[in-house]
Protein backbone atom coordinates (compact mmCIF):
# COMPACT_ATOMS: atom_id res chain seq x y z
CA UNK A 1 0.00 0.00 0.00
CA UNK A 2 1.40 3.60 -0.92
CA UNK A 3 2.64 5.88 1.60
CA UNK A 4 -0.50 8.45 2.01
CA UNK A 5 0.70 11.61 1.13
CA UNK A 6 -0.74 15.09 2.80
CA UNK A 7 -3.39 16.40 0.92
CA UNK A 8 -3.17 18.11 -2.42
CA UNK A 9 -5.12 19.40 -5.67
CA UNK A 10 -2.97 17.08 -7.74
CA UNK A 11 -3.35 13.87 -5.94
CA UNK A 12 -5.97 11.06 -7.28
CA UNK A 13 -7.59 10.59 -4.15
CA UNK A 14 -8.60 12.81 -1.37
CA UNK A 15 -9.17 12.71 2.51
CA UNK A 16 -12.80 12.30 3.42
CA UNK A 17 -12.80 13.62 7.39
CA UNK A 18 -14.90 12.64 10.08
CA UNK A 19 -17.64 9.72 11.21
CA UNK A 20 -20.83 11.50 9.62
CA UNK A 21 -19.53 12.64 6.22
CA UNK A 22 -17.60 8.74 6.00
CA UNK A 23 -20.98 7.14 6.14
CA UNK A 24 -22.72 9.68 3.70
CA UNK A 25 -19.46 8.63 1.13
CA UNK A 26 -20.36 4.34 1.79
CA UNK A 27 -23.79 5.57 1.35
CA UNK A 28 -23.68 7.68 -2.01
CA UNK A 29 -20.25 6.71 -3.31
CA UNK A 30 -19.00 3.10 -1.93
CA UNK A 31 -17.34 2.35 -4.69
CA UNK A 32 -14.83 5.27 -4.57
CA UNK A 33 -13.75 4.31 -0.81
CA UNK A 34 -10.32 2.46 -0.51
CA UNK A 35 -9.07 2.61 2.86
CA UNK A 36 -10.50 3.37 6.54
CA UNK A 37 -8.41 5.44 8.69
CA UNK A 38 -9.43 4.69 12.55
CA UNK A 39 -8.06 7.23 15.47
CA UNK A 40 -6.84 4.95 18.37
CA UNK A 41 -8.81 6.55 20.58
CA UNK A 42 -12.08 6.74 19.16
CA UNK A 43 -12.74 3.13 18.58
CA UNK A 44 -15.61 3.00 21.43
CA UNK A 45 -17.81 5.52 19.37
CA UNK A 46 -21.36 4.14 18.19
CA UNK A 47 -20.58 5.75 14.70
CA UNK A 48 -17.04 4.54 14.20
CA UNK A 49 -18.41 1.04 14.88
CA UNK A 50 -21.07 1.61 12.45
CA UNK A 51 -18.13 3.06 10.08
CA UNK A 52 -16.25 -0.46 10.59
CA UNK A 53 -19.42 -2.86 10.33
CA UNK A 54 -20.05 -1.43 6.82
CA UNK A 55 -16.38 -0.93 5.00
CA UNK A 56 -15.73 -4.81 6.60
CA UNK A 57 -19.05 -5.63 4.37
CA UNK A 58 -17.88 -3.60 1.40
CA UNK A 59 -14.33 -5.13 1.58
CA UNK A 60 -12.61 -1.69 2.65
CA UNK A 61 -9.77 -2.36 4.94
CA UNK A 62 -9.02 -0.21 8.22
CA UNK A 63 -6.08 0.98 10.11
CA UNK A 64 -5.21 3.18 12.93
CA UNK A 65 -3.63 6.52 11.49
CA UNK A 66 -3.81 8.82 14.56
CA UNK A 67 -0.87 10.59 12.70
CA UNK A 68 -2.38 10.97 9.40
CA UNK A 69 -6.07 11.85 10.95
CA UNK A 70 -4.28 15.14 12.97
CA UNK A 71 -2.20 15.75 9.67
CA UNK A 72 -5.14 16.07 7.67
CA UNK A 73 -7.61 17.29 9.92
CA UNK A 74 -5.69 19.68 12.02
CA UNK A 75 -7.33 18.74 15.19
CA UNK A 76 -6.90 16.07 17.86
CA UNK A 77 -10.26 14.84 17.78
CA UNK A 78 -10.95 13.58 14.82
CA UNK A 79 -11.71 9.57 14.82
CA UNK A 80 -12.14 8.63 11.79
CA UNK A 81 -11.88 9.10 7.84
CA UNK A 82 -11.92 7.50 4.29
CA UNK A 83 -9.62 7.48 2.32
CA UNK A 84 -10.74 7.49 -1.26
CA UNK A 85 -10.79 7.96 -5.05
CA UNK A 86 -11.42 10.89 -6.81
CA UNK A 87 -14.23 10.46 -9.55
CA UNK A 88 -15.79 12.54 -12.05
CA UNK A 89 -19.91 12.69 -11.81
CA UNK A 90 -22.15 13.45 -14.10
CA UNK A 91 -24.86 16.26 -14.35
CA UNK A 92 -28.07 15.20 -15.04
CA UNK A 93 -29.41 16.53 -18.01
CA UNK A 94 -32.89 16.44 -17.42
CA UNK A 95 -32.79 18.10 -14.29
CA UNK A 96 -32.47 21.59 -13.16
CA UNK A 97 -28.68 23.26 -12.31
CA UNK A 98 -26.66 25.23 -10.28
CA UNK A 99 -23.36 26.93 -11.56
CA UNK A 100 -20.80 28.19 -9.53
CA UNK A 101 -18.56 30.26 -11.99
CA UNK A 102 -15.14 30.89 -9.99
CA UNK A 103 -16.17 30.42 -6.61
CA UNK A 104 -13.27 30.60 -4.35
CA UNK A 105 -14.02 29.24 -0.68
CA UNK A 106 -13.85 25.83 -0.05
CA UNK A 107 -16.05 26.62 3.27
CA UNK A 108 -18.78 28.47 0.95
CA UNK A 109 -18.32 25.72 -1.68
CA UNK A 110 -19.45 22.91 1.11
CA UNK A 111 -22.02 24.63 2.52
CA UNK A 112 -24.04 25.76 -1.05
CA UNK A 113 -23.60 21.91 -1.92
CA UNK A 114 -25.14 21.10 1.90
CA UNK A 115 -28.08 23.55 0.73
CA UNK A 116 -28.58 22.81 -2.74
CA UNK A 117 -29.15 19.32 -1.63
CA UNK A 118 -31.46 20.31 0.99
CA UNK A 119 -33.65 22.44 -1.60
CA UNK A 120 -33.38 19.32 -3.61
CA UNK A 121 -30.70 20.61 -6.55
CA UNK A 122 -28.58 17.55 -7.09
CA UNK A 123 -26.86 18.95 -9.75
CA UNK A 124 -23.98 21.44 -9.71
CA UNK A 125 -21.15 22.49 -12.26
CA UNK A 126 -18.17 24.62 -10.58
CA UNK A 127 -16.16 26.08 -13.25
CA UNK A 128 -12.74 26.78 -13.44
CA UNK A 129 -10.89 28.44 -11.80
CA UNK A 130 -12.23 28.11 -8.48
CA UNK A 131 -11.29 26.19 -5.35
CA UNK A 132 -10.83 22.18 -5.65
CA UNK A 133 -14.05 21.00 -4.63
CA UNK A 134 -12.57 17.70 -3.60
CA UNK A 135 -10.41 19.53 -0.54
CA UNK A 136 -10.98 17.79 2.38
CA UNK A 137 -11.86 20.86 4.35
CA UNK A 138 -14.91 21.47 1.29
CA UNK A 139 -16.12 17.98 1.55
CA UNK A 140 -16.30 18.64 5.40
CA UNK A 141 -18.20 21.53 5.02
CA UNK A 142 -20.88 19.91 3.03
CA UNK A 143 -21.42 17.44 5.63
CA UNK A 144 -20.82 14.91 3.44
CA UNK A 145 -23.37 16.58 1.10
CA UNK A 146 -20.81 16.41 -1.50
CA UNK A 147 -21.08 12.56 -1.99
CA UNK A 148 -24.76 12.59 -2.54
CA UNK A 149 -25.14 15.23 -5.59
CA UNK A 150 -23.10 15.39 -8.90
CA UNK A 151 -20.94 17.81 -8.54
CA UNK A 152 -18.32 18.01 -11.80
CA UNK A 153 -15.84 21.03 -12.11
CA UNK A 154 -15.32 22.33 -15.86
CA UNK A 155 -12.39 23.99 -17.52
CA UNK A 156 -15.00 26.71 -18.49
CA UNK A 157 -18.93 27.95 -19.13
CA UNK A 158 -18.34 27.26 -22.49
CA UNK A 159 -17.53 23.57 -21.50
CA UNK A 160 -20.67 23.22 -20.05
CA UNK A 161 -22.82 24.55 -21.53
CA UNK A 162 -21.71 22.74 -24.37
CA UNK A 163 -22.55 19.70 -22.71
CA UNK A 164 -25.87 20.96 -21.71
CA UNK A 165 -27.47 23.76 -23.96
CA UNK A 166 -30.76 23.33 -22.94
CA UNK A 167 -31.19 24.63 -19.57
CA UNK A 168 -32.35 28.22 -19.36
CA UNK A 169 -29.40 30.31 -17.65
CA UNK A 170 -30.34 32.26 -14.84
CA UNK A 171 -27.38 34.60 -14.13
CA UNK A 172 -27.42 35.76 -10.60
CA UNK A 173 -26.16 39.94 -11.07
CA UNK A 174 -26.60 43.18 -8.58
CA UNK A 175 -27.89 44.92 -11.68
CA UNK A 176 -29.87 41.21 -12.53
CA UNK A 177 -32.64 42.66 -15.09
CA UNK A 178 -35.52 41.64 -13.00
CA UNK A 179 -36.15 40.60 -8.84
CA UNK A 180 -35.81 36.71 -7.88
CA UNK A 181 -39.86 36.42 -7.38
CA UNK A 182 -40.31 37.66 -11.23
CA UNK A 183 -38.01 35.07 -12.04
CA UNK A 184 -39.41 32.55 -10.18
CA UNK A 185 -42.79 33.15 -11.63
CA UNK A 186 -41.56 32.97 -14.97
CA UNK A 187 -39.56 29.60 -14.44
CA UNK A 188 -39.34 27.03 -17.11
CA UNK A 189 -38.73 23.26 -16.16
CA UNK A 190 -35.07 23.12 -17.00
CA UNK A 191 -33.01 25.76 -15.46
CA UNK A 192 -29.68 26.48 -14.40
CA UNK A 193 -28.94 29.14 -11.73
CA UNK A 194 -25.17 30.94 -12.30
CA UNK A 195 -23.59 32.45 -9.41
CA UNK A 196 -20.51 33.83 -10.04
CA UNK A 197 -17.41 35.28 -7.74
CA UNK A 198 -17.36 35.54 -4.14
CA UNK A 199 -15.39 39.13 -4.88
CA UNK A 200 -16.06 39.90 -8.08
CA UNK A 201 -19.72 38.37 -9.18
CA UNK A 202 -20.48 36.76 -13.02
CA UNK A 203 -18.70 38.99 -15.53
CA UNK A 204 -20.84 41.58 -17.55
CA UNK A 205 -21.12 39.31 -20.60
CA UNK A 206 -23.43 37.05 -18.45
CA UNK A 207 -26.11 39.99 -18.66
CA UNK A 208 -26.53 38.87 -22.01
CA UNK A 209 -26.96 35.34 -21.70
CA UNK A 210 -30.54 33.93 -21.04
CA UNK A 211 -32.07 35.76 -18.15
CA UNK A 212 -30.47 37.77 -15.46
CA UNK A 213 -31.93 38.17 -11.65
CA UNK A 214 -31.46 39.80 -8.42
CA UNK A 215 -31.96 39.73 -5.12
CA UNK A 216 -33.82 42.18 -3.91
CA UNK A 217 -31.11 43.56 -0.65
CA UNK A 218 -31.07 47.17 0.78
CA UNK A 219 -28.44 49.68 -0.40
CA UNK A 220 -26.65 49.63 2.98
CA UNK A 221 -24.75 46.31 2.28
CA UNK A 222 -22.80 45.90 -0.92
CA UNK A 223 -23.64 42.11 -1.57
CA UNK A 224 -25.08 39.01 0.09
CA UNK A 225 -22.30 36.33 1.02
CA UNK A 226 -21.95 33.90 -1.88
CA UNK A 227 -23.60 31.16 0.21
CA UNK A 228 -26.79 33.25 1.41
CA UNK A 229 -27.32 34.23 -2.44
CA UNK A 230 -27.30 30.87 -3.71
CA UNK A 231 -29.47 29.47 -0.96
CA UNK A 232 -31.99 31.75 -1.15
CA UNK A 233 -32.36 31.49 -4.78
CA UNK A 234 -32.39 28.30 -5.07
CA UNK A 235 -34.73 27.83 -2.09
CA UNK A 236 -37.27 30.67 -4.33
CA UNK A 237 -36.49 28.49 -7.40
CA UNK A 238 -37.48 25.27 -5.90
CA UNK A 239 -40.63 25.88 -3.54
CA UNK B 1 -2.72 56.44 26.48
CA UNK B 2 -2.84 52.84 27.32
CA UNK B 3 -1.26 49.96 24.91
CA UNK B 4 -3.81 48.13 23.33
CA UNK B 5 -4.18 44.88 24.68
CA UNK B 6 -4.93 41.96 22.42
CA UNK B 7 -8.33 41.37 21.91
CA UNK B 8 -10.58 39.64 24.50
CA UNK B 9 -13.82 39.41 25.53
CA UNK B 10 -13.92 40.92 28.37
CA UNK B 11 -11.97 44.48 27.14
CA UNK B 12 -14.34 47.33 27.25
CA UNK B 13 -12.78 48.05 23.83
CA UNK B 14 -12.32 46.13 20.00
CA UNK B 15 -11.04 46.39 16.55
CA UNK B 16 -12.56 46.86 13.54
CA UNK B 17 -10.30 45.50 11.34
CA UNK B 18 -10.32 46.15 7.52
CA UNK B 19 -10.83 50.15 5.43
CA UNK B 20 -14.67 49.14 5.19
CA UNK B 21 -15.70 48.35 7.77
CA UNK B 22 -14.01 50.69 9.30
CA UNK B 23 -15.30 53.31 6.97
CA UNK B 24 -19.02 51.72 8.30
CA UNK B 25 -18.01 52.00 12.12
CA UNK B 26 -17.65 56.15 11.20
CA UNK B 27 -21.01 56.09 9.11
CA UNK B 28 -23.31 54.70 12.01
CA UNK B 29 -21.10 54.86 15.20
CA UNK B 30 -18.78 57.73 15.06
CA UNK B 31 -19.10 58.28 18.61
CA UNK B 32 -17.79 55.09 19.60
CA UNK B 33 -14.88 55.52 17.25
CA UNK B 34 -11.73 55.80 19.38
CA UNK B 35 -8.14 55.27 17.93
CA UNK B 36 -7.38 54.66 14.06
CA UNK B 37 -4.61 52.17 13.34
CA UNK B 38 -2.67 52.14 10.26
CA UNK B 39 0.12 50.11 8.45
CA UNK B 40 2.76 51.46 7.25
CA UNK B 41 2.92 50.18 3.96
CA UNK B 42 -0.96 50.87 3.16
CA UNK B 43 -0.98 54.38 3.20
CA UNK B 44 -1.45 55.45 -0.31
CA UNK B 45 -4.37 53.26 -0.61
CA UNK B 46 -7.64 55.16 -1.43
CA UNK B 47 -9.41 53.73 1.19
CA UNK B 48 -7.26 54.77 3.88
CA UNK B 49 -6.96 58.15 2.50
CA UNK B 50 -11.01 58.60 3.18
CA UNK B 51 -10.41 56.91 6.80
CA UNK B 52 -7.64 59.10 7.73
CA UNK B 53 -10.13 62.59 6.25
CA UNK B 54 -13.26 61.35 8.19
CA UNK B 55 -10.95 60.51 11.43
CA UNK B 56 -9.08 63.75 11.13
CA UNK B 57 -13.18 65.52 10.64
CA UNK B 58 -14.35 63.90 13.52
CA UNK B 59 -11.06 64.61 16.04
CA UNK B 60 -10.27 60.34 15.73
CA UNK B 61 -6.54 60.39 16.39
CA UNK B 62 -4.15 58.00 14.25
CA UNK B 63 -1.02 56.45 14.48
CA UNK B 64 1.42 53.27 12.79
CA UNK B 65 0.33 50.70 14.54
CA UNK B 66 2.08 47.59 11.98
CA UNK B 67 2.83 45.07 14.83
CA UNK B 68 -1.21 45.29 16.27
CA UNK B 69 -2.62 45.36 13.21
CA UNK B 70 -0.58 41.98 12.15
CA UNK B 71 -1.70 40.26 15.55
CA UNK B 72 -5.36 41.29 15.92
CA UNK B 73 -5.83 40.09 11.90
CA UNK B 74 -3.41 37.09 11.79
CA UNK B 75 -2.66 38.68 8.63
CA UNK B 76 0.02 41.28 6.68
CA UNK B 77 -2.50 42.43 4.86
CA UNK B 78 -4.54 44.50 7.04
CA UNK B 79 -3.98 47.93 6.62
CA UNK B 80 -6.19 50.06 8.77
CA UNK B 81 -8.62 48.84 11.61
CA UNK B 82 -10.34 51.74 13.94
CA UNK B 83 -10.02 50.80 17.99
CA UNK B 84 -13.63 51.46 19.31
CA UNK B 85 -15.29 50.96 22.53
CA UNK B 86 -17.99 48.47 23.31
CA UNK B 87 -21.83 50.26 23.30
CA UNK B 88 -25.14 48.56 23.85
CA UNK B 89 -27.80 49.36 21.56
CA UNK B 90 -30.91 49.14 21.71
CA UNK B 91 -33.50 46.85 19.58
CA UNK B 92 -36.65 49.14 18.16
CA UNK B 93 -40.06 47.88 20.02
CA UNK B 94 -41.75 48.50 16.94
CA UNK B 95 -39.48 46.73 13.98
CA UNK B 96 -39.57 42.57 13.42
CA UNK B 97 -36.65 41.55 14.87
CA UNK B 98 -34.27 37.96 14.91
CA UNK B 99 -33.72 36.12 17.70
CA UNK B 100 -30.34 33.86 17.99
CA UNK B 101 -30.36 31.43 20.84
CA UNK B 102 -27.26 30.49 21.70
CA UNK B 103 -25.08 30.97 18.87
CA UNK B 104 -21.64 29.58 18.55
CA UNK B 105 -20.01 30.42 15.46
CA UNK B 106 -18.15 33.96 14.84
CA UNK B 107 -18.27 33.82 11.24
CA UNK B 108 -21.91 32.89 10.99
CA UNK B 109 -22.77 35.66 13.01
CA UNK B 110 -21.45 38.11 11.22
CA UNK B 111 -22.71 36.54 7.77
CA UNK B 112 -26.17 36.36 9.56
CA UNK B 113 -26.10 40.37 10.32
CA UNK B 114 -25.18 41.10 7.19
CA UNK B 115 -27.93 38.94 5.44
CA UNK B 116 -30.22 40.70 7.88
CA UNK B 117 -29.35 44.19 7.22
CA UNK B 118 -29.59 43.35 3.27
CA UNK B 119 -33.06 41.92 4.07
CA UNK B 120 -34.55 44.89 6.12
CA UNK B 121 -34.06 43.45 9.50
CA UNK B 122 -32.28 46.06 11.62
CA UNK B 123 -32.63 44.90 15.25
CA UNK B 124 -31.11 41.49 16.24
CA UNK B 125 -30.91 39.97 19.86
CA UNK B 126 -28.38 37.68 20.92
CA UNK B 127 -29.23 35.28 24.08
CA UNK B 128 -26.02 34.02 26.15
CA UNK B 129 -24.19 31.65 26.30
CA UNK B 130 -23.06 32.88 23.08
CA UNK B 131 -20.06 34.03 20.73
CA UNK B 132 -18.83 37.21 21.23
CA UNK B 133 -20.71 39.87 19.16
CA UNK B 134 -17.63 42.04 19.32
CA UNK B 135 -15.18 40.29 18.44
CA UNK B 136 -13.14 41.10 15.15
CA UNK B 137 -13.72 38.20 13.25
CA UNK B 138 -17.11 38.63 14.25
CA UNK B 139 -17.14 42.32 13.08
CA UNK B 140 -15.22 41.18 10.03
CA UNK B 141 -17.54 38.68 8.85
CA UNK B 142 -20.38 41.39 9.00
CA UNK B 143 -18.59 43.71 6.38
CA UNK B 144 -19.21 46.18 9.23
CA UNK B 145 -22.89 45.30 8.79
CA UNK B 146 -23.15 45.03 12.98
CA UNK B 147 -22.64 48.70 12.99
CA UNK B 148 -25.79 49.59 11.14
CA UNK B 149 -28.07 47.03 13.19
CA UNK B 150 -29.15 47.31 16.60
CA UNK B 151 -27.29 44.21 18.01
CA UNK B 152 -27.57 43.27 21.28
CA UNK B 153 -26.86 40.59 23.88
CA UNK B 154 -28.74 39.16 26.61
CA UNK B 155 -28.04 37.12 29.59
CA UNK B 156 -31.36 34.58 28.68
CA UNK B 157 -34.26 34.44 26.26
CA UNK B 158 -36.85 35.45 29.23
CA UNK B 159 -34.41 39.10 29.45
CA UNK B 160 -35.08 39.59 26.03
CA UNK B 161 -38.87 38.41 26.04
CA UNK B 162 -39.38 40.53 28.93
CA UNK B 163 -38.26 44.11 27.24
CA UNK B 164 -39.92 42.94 23.89
CA UNK B 165 -43.21 41.00 25.16
CA UNK B 166 -45.40 41.98 22.34
CA UNK B 167 -43.33 40.60 19.73
CA UNK B 168 -45.40 37.12 18.05
CA UNK B 169 -42.43 34.72 18.13
CA UNK B 170 -41.68 32.19 15.27
CA UNK B 171 -38.99 29.61 16.53
CA UNK B 172 -37.50 27.85 13.53
CA UNK B 173 -37.69 24.08 14.55
CA UNK B 174 -36.45 20.99 12.42
CA UNK B 175 -39.73 19.96 13.76
CA UNK B 176 -41.75 22.77 13.90
CA UNK B 177 -45.30 22.89 13.26
CA UNK B 178 -46.28 24.45 9.82
CA UNK B 179 -44.08 25.03 6.76
CA UNK B 180 -41.97 28.63 5.97
CA UNK B 181 -44.57 29.93 3.18
CA UNK B 182 -47.60 28.99 5.63
CA UNK B 183 -46.38 31.30 8.58
CA UNK B 184 -45.85 34.09 5.95
CA UNK B 185 -49.02 34.08 4.73
CA UNK B 186 -49.72 34.75 8.79
CA UNK B 187 -47.25 36.68 10.12
CA UNK B 188 -48.82 39.81 11.91
CA UNK B 189 -46.64 43.39 10.94
CA UNK B 190 -44.25 42.99 14.80
CA UNK B 191 -42.66 39.20 14.74
CA UNK B 192 -39.76 37.77 15.94
CA UNK B 193 -37.59 35.09 14.03
CA UNK B 194 -35.94 32.91 16.24
CA UNK B 195 -33.23 30.32 15.51
CA UNK B 196 -31.05 28.38 17.99
CA UNK B 197 -27.88 26.81 17.87
CA UNK B 198 -25.45 25.15 15.34
CA UNK B 199 -25.20 21.98 16.71
CA UNK B 200 -28.49 21.76 18.99
CA UNK B 201 -31.06 24.10 17.47
CA UNK B 202 -33.44 25.61 19.88
CA UNK B 203 -34.52 23.61 23.25
CA UNK B 204 -38.10 21.53 22.93
CA UNK B 205 -39.72 23.96 25.13
CA UNK B 206 -39.72 26.29 22.63
CA UNK B 207 -42.41 24.68 20.45
CA UNK B 208 -44.99 26.20 22.77
CA UNK B 209 -44.05 29.69 22.51
CA UNK B 210 -45.84 31.05 19.17
CA UNK B 211 -45.89 29.63 16.08
CA UNK B 212 -42.97 27.18 15.83
CA UNK B 213 -41.81 27.06 11.78
CA UNK B 214 -39.93 24.77 9.59
CA UNK B 215 -37.94 25.00 6.41
CA UNK B 216 -38.92 22.39 4.06
CA UNK B 217 -35.81 20.73 3.33
CA UNK B 218 -34.49 16.96 1.82
CA UNK B 219 -34.28 14.11 4.38
CA UNK B 220 -30.92 13.66 2.81
CA UNK B 221 -29.03 16.17 4.80
CA UNK B 222 -29.45 16.76 8.99
CA UNK B 223 -30.47 20.46 8.87
CA UNK B 224 -29.18 23.58 7.00
CA UNK B 225 -26.00 25.72 7.82
CA UNK B 226 -27.23 28.07 10.78
CA UNK B 227 -26.72 31.30 8.17
CA UNK B 228 -28.25 29.65 5.63
CA UNK B 229 -31.13 28.94 7.53
CA UNK B 230 -31.89 32.30 8.53
CA UNK B 231 -31.38 34.13 5.98
CA UNK B 232 -33.88 31.59 3.65
CA UNK B 233 -36.37 32.76 6.95
CA UNK B 234 -35.65 36.20 6.64
CA UNK B 235 -35.88 36.59 2.87
CA UNK B 236 -39.03 34.82 3.16
CA UNK B 237 -40.63 37.06 5.79
CA UNK B 238 -39.80 39.97 4.64
CA UNK B 239 -40.43 39.87 1.16
Known amino acids: MPRLEPYKKTLDYSYCLGVFPSLKLLEYRPSAAMRLLLHSEGM ?9 ERCAALGVREETADKILRRESRKDNCFAALVFGKYEAALDPQRPHVVLHHISDSGNLGTIIRACLGFGIRDIAIIRPCVDAFEPHTLRASMG ?3 AVNARMYASF ?7 PEHTLFPFM ?10 VRGRPPLYALVFGNEASGLPPEFARM ?3 VFIPQGEEIDSLNLAVAVSVGVYAFTR
Open 44 to 52: DSEGVGRLR
Open 145 to 147: AFF
Open 158 to 164: EDYRRAY
Open 174 to 183: LDGAIPLDEA
Open 210 to 212: GQS
